[in-house]
């Protein structure tokens, strides 16, 4: 049964910095592809980033510097480390897994919050 629970996320001031976690369960996130998004109240919603079952990664612009996508292997977990937080991320986190051959993405975690004061 492949599932995604999410971990991390809350409140902090802007400048500051988060982590967020995907859990992996039914496949290996080295056989994928992964994203997170993000959602604004609203907003529509963004891709904020993607790894490649072979270790690419790709930000768009409005993270690239600031956020890190990273994986591992040992708990199967996707993680996205945010730095340099503004009030604009603030927004519902979530991730999503695909085939790499395929534009759709299948499974989706259940979201996290993250909000930014100013």
């Known amino acids: 049964q492949v599932q995604l629970v999410q971990s991390g996320g809350g409140s902090v001031q802007a400048g500051g910095s988060l982590r967020l976690s995907c859990t992996a369960s039914g496949f290996s996130l080295f056989t994928t592809c992964m994203s997170w998004f993000r959602q604004a109240p609203g907003k529509e919603r963004e891709e904020v980033g993607s790894i490649y079952s072979y270790g690419r990664v790709t930000y768009v612009d409005s993270v690239k510097g600031r956020f890190t996508i990273s994986r591992d292997s040992a708990n199967n977990t996707l993680y996205l480390e945010m730095n340099s937080l503004k009030p604009e991320d603030t927004a519902m986190y979530y991730c999503?897994?695909?085939?790499?051959?395929?534009?759709?993405?299948?499974?989706w975690g259940q979201g996290t919050q993250v909000t930014v004061s100013s």
């Open positions: 999503a897994v695909r085939r790499c051959d395929n534009p759709r993405f299948d499974y």
